[in-house]
């Protein structure tokens, strides 16, 4: 299986109305960030979800465990990391960090199930996960952090 050498990586900066009264961004932005980065991934790997939820079905979270660690400030200039850890018949998990500069600031696992237009769990098509091989963490590097 061909894995990544390093992850997906998406720019992001702060802007004013994401900040909450201390001048940092609001803990749900980073859950926003967070998404905003792995529909980037998914967009890359030539997955689209407006045309995957009307072909097969749709990508939903099921759990998201977030870590912050420090805060963003107003026009930080943030990286979003994005790896596929583990893809399963109807689950996957995906690892992410929100970086400025060297500093990681949030980490965040979300685990994603694919469902059917009814809501039902399907099988994750072949394509898709053929689409998402090169986005996988080496098989060394899935621990937390």
Do not use: C
Not at 40 to 68: C, H, K, N, P, Y
Not at 99 to 118: F, K
């Amino acid at each position: 299986m061909t894995v990544n050498t390093r992850p997906h990586q998406t720019a992001i900066r702060v802007r004013f109305g994401e900040l909450d009264p201390y001048n940092h961004v609001n803990h749900a932005v980073y859950v926003q960030y967070f998404e905003a980065a792995r529909v980037e991934l998914l967009a890359e790997a030539g997955i689209f979800l407006g045309r995957m939820r009307s072909d097969v079905g749709s990508i939903v979270v099921s759990e998201i465990q977030t870590r912050f660690l420090a805060s963003a400030e107003e026009l930080d200039n943030l990286i979003v990391e994005t790896e596929v850890v583990e893809m399963r018949r109807v689950t996957s998990l995906w690892r992410q960090r929100i970086l400025r500069g060297d500093q990681v600031i949030a980490t965040q696992d979300v685990r994603a199930a694919m469902v059917d237009p009814s809501g039902k769990p399907i099988r994750f098509p072949e394509e898709m996960v053929a689409s998402l091989r090169p986005y996988m963490a080496a098989e060394d590097d899935t621990a937390s952090g």
